[in-house]
Nanobody, 125 residues
């Protein structure tokens, strides 16, 4: 099992940037593909980005391409979400997720096994 703790959320103006971090503890971090999802009030949880175990492949939702970047540091057991050019519609609770074993690009919450508690990101217009 792996435990995930997100940090870095907050309030930012439109056009600004934030970097979220997700620290993992428990079993070997490099055994897990990692993803970020978000959930706005009244909406379903949606896929944002994911990265495979080695960091060699990344997957992006169309809505964040060119603005958000995912990366991981397996030595620090941490995955990052760099968010640039933020828009008010990016406002949501952002969740870190982990999937054990091989990852083939699944974009539903069911594709991931473990979840963090979430961190709020609010983008003001």
């Amino acid at each position: 099992q792996v435990q995930l703790v997100e940090s870095g959320g907050g309030l930012v103006q439109a056009g600004g940037s934030l970097r979220l971090s997700c620290a993992a503890s428990g079993r070997t971090f490099s055994m897990y593909a990692m993803g970020w999802f978000r959930q706005a009030p009244g909406k379903e949880r949606e896929f944002v980005l994911a990265i495979n175990r080695s960091g060699s492949s990344t997957y992006y939702a169309d809505s964040v391409k060119g603005r958000f970047t995912i990366s991981r540091d397996n030595a620090k057991n941490t995955v990052y979400l760099q968010m640039n050019s933020l828009k008010p519609e990016d406002t949501a609770v952002y969740y870190c997720a982990a999937k054990g074993g091989a990852y083939y690009g699944g974009r539903t919450p069911l594709a991931f096994d473990y979840w963090g508690q979430g961190t709020q990101v609010t983008v003001s217009s």
